[in-house]
């Protein structure tokens, strides 16, 4: 499966996430948010960056839980609550779309 982010086929699965990680860009980044209509604001790309460190650390997306504590880490305690987090990408489950928005695939135990 594959969608036109960029002016380009990316691979993608069912769910919108990228098959290759590589692929990812800030402009697609922008593009799958818009899917969401969410417009990408610095609070947004602190997370998105620092998501993406946590898979280069780990090789692996952070659940929820994880991401949060993570981000307590990386960016304070006022960013790593998962009210502060789900009022800036939606209702739902955080860490897919969170994950989903950075290029990376869906954290494990996720529904």
């Avoid at 952070?62 to 789900?86: A, D, H």
């Amino acid at each position: 499966m594959s969608a036109v982010l960029v002016g380009t086929n990316i691979g993608v699965d069912e769910e919108g996430y990228l098959l290759n990680h590589h692929d990812w860009t800030p402009l697609i980044a922008e593009q799958l948010a818009q899917q969401q209509q969410l417009i990408l604001h610095d609070e947004h790309w602190q997370i998105l960056y620092a998501i993406r460190d946590f898979y280069q650390q780990y090789q692996r997306s952070p659940t929820t839980r994880v991401l949060l504590k993570f981000l307590g880490q990386k960016l304070g305690s006022e960013k790593s609550t998962s009210i502060y987090v789900m009022t800036l990408f939606g209702d739902g489950t955080p860490a897919k779309t969170v994950a989903r928005l950075a290029g990376l695939p869906k954290p494990t135990n996720c529904i």
